[in-house]
């Protein structure tokens, strides 16, 4: 795992301008490193620490299915999150029956693509134990761990969806809570920006402003927290 403070995050994917824009996206939080093949991610993983790697599902040669395994055999504590189409979205959910963390949907919402993100990142250092206990990576973690998402397959899609909308939600809360509703600082932890974090929290139906325990040792923040 990395020793900085910045996350390392390996985006797989072959198409150029999609290649771009999510490196753009996640390039003032992250550290990114990009691979257009899954041949050359396959090269990188294990060869370096990373945090994340964002994969697409199908591509030429090696696929995302490939990359998430590699990523299983030689890093686990490395989270993998899918990107696919919409309507390839079953090989995402059959990912996270492999134990991948998540995924998104093309095209590609920046803002659910920054929170994905960002509780994946939680997530890696909370199970690599480099974490500064930050509530939010503890109420963020793997949604498939307490097993909501067993059933029939048939439900499968289902659960996953709803798993990931509560995941979302405690991930936001706790956050809010650990930056006692200072949008600004909760902002910079994720790696989002003010904007961006405020349409999640109205997505999800958390209020910064509700959120009153400031992190210890430290003030509770004044006039940051409007939703």
């Known amino acids: 795992m990395p020793n900085s403070e910045r996350p390392s995050v390996l985006v797989v994917e072959d198409r150029p301008s999609v290649l771009l824009l999510v490196a753009t996206v996640l390039e003032r939080a992250c550290e990114v490193l990009t691979a ?12 370096r620490p990373l945090d994340v790697v964002l994969t697409d599902v199908r591509m030429p040669g090696a696929s ?3 990359v998430l395994r590699a990523v299983t055999e030689r890093s686990p ?7 696919t189409a919409y309507a390839n979205i079953p090989d995402a959910v059959a990912a996270i029956k492999l134990g991948a963390y998540d995924y998104v949907a093309k095209p590609v919402d920046a803002d659910e693509l920054a929170l994905v993100i960002a509780r994946a ?3 890696a250092r909370l199970e690599a134990g480099g974490l500064d206990g930050g509530g939010a990576a503890r109420e963020g973690g793997r949604f498939g761990e307490a097993g909501e998402l067993a059933g ?5 899609h289902t659960a996953v969806e709803q798993a990931r909308a509560r995941a979302s939600r405690e991930y936001l809360t706790a956050l809010m809570q650990t930056y006692a509703g200072n949008v600004t600082r909760a902002a910079a932890r994720a790696g989002m920006t003010r904007e961006s ?12 402003e509700r959120s009153g325990n400031a992190p210890r040792g430290e003030p509770a923040a004044r006039g940051d927290g409007a939703v």
Do not use: N
Request: contains cysteine; negative net charge; glycine residues 12%.
């Open 36 to 47: 257009s093949r899954g041949e050359e991610a396959l090269g990188i993983v294990g060869s």
């Open 64 to 66: 995302g299915f490939d």
């Open 77 to 83: 504590e490395t989270q993998v999150v899918l990107m």
């Open 121 to 123: 990142v939680e997530q």
């Open 152 to 156: 029939a397959p048939a439900c499968f």
């Open 197 to 208: 974090l405020h349409r999640v929290l109205r997505k999800y139906g958390v209020h910064a």
